[in-house]
DNA sequence: TCTTGACCCTAAAGCAGCTTCAGGGTGTTT
DNA sequence: AAACACCCTGAAGCTGCTTTAGGGTCAAGA
């Protein structure tokens, strides 16, 4: 099939797939010669899915490539990949965990201006300008594996 | 002051305030006729206080930018201020729901391999094999106010 | 005085995971 | 033959910085 076939049956654009290929996501294409289109079959269409699916569960590309190479070990133990889910649940726990204390932080700051004034009076800037309090916590130097990590995204 | 001092003070580098600077952020320094030096006075202390504030928050330049804006018109309402922080809120919210079923997907996920064994038989390559159930929820399209949107990274 | 080290400057690239754009072929239909 | 859908490559854009490369400035010590 060529790729936009593909891209349809996956439900993703072939930007994408051709930046999988990129990346190293997806194995190259055979071309066909004629034209130089690329050619998939349905194990491409397999690794897709797989790959789809590791994202949709916010796995970075270098954590989907451990798997992928897992995949295709079907002798190997998978305590690599025990390992890896585990890790990845406490990559998306921790997020979950700063955001919680920003909402937090965030619905104490909103609180600080119930009526609608001039800026000059409201309580929101007020308390923005202040210096940040630090919570006196040691950031614990969370030791990732070299070669997946991870952060769901702390812009 | 020197860019080195400010920056102390603040607790950021200095690459970072130059990129506020060049991000329209920060008002660009008076400069040192001798040496080209950047000079900073207080207002750009507390300026540079308020952002990292905001950012600690995780507001997005472009949020930051219209309470920037806000803190200098004392005479205006500070409605526009409220909304933000409220969408802002909701922004934060968003995402924790997307990690909380994040969450509950990968401890599934997870649940499928509990003793160790050749990958072959892994019961989590072979969920991660099988398309992407939609949950049939038709996505909210979400209307952010443009110029000020925020997404709390969803990589 | 010369040199070392700390500090300052700019411009550009890198990170993640794509998306978008520019510029140009291919292939089928009307 | 023109229109339109589809394919190709390479590069830039997005976000919020960090890092690197390459080069001035300035104080103090040898
Ligand atoms: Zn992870
Ligand atoms: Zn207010
Ligand atoms: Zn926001
Ligand atoms: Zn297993």
Known sequence: ????????????????????????????????????????????????????????????????????QARVEPDASCETINELIDEHIHHVQARMAELQILETQLIELRSQCRAAHTTRDCGILRELDHPIEESSEAQPEHSHVPGSQCRIERH
């Open 1 to 68: 099939m060529k790729i936009g076939v593909l891209a349809k049956q996956v439900g993703i654009t072939v930007e994408t797939i051709r930046y999988y290929e990129s990346e190293g996501l997806l194995h190259p294409a055979l071309r066909d010669p004629a034209n130089n289109y690329r050619r998939y079959d349905h194990s491409h269409l397999e690794r897709l899915i797989f790959i789809r699916r590791c994202r949709t569960l916010a796995m970075t590309h270098n954590e989907i490539k451990i798997l992928l």
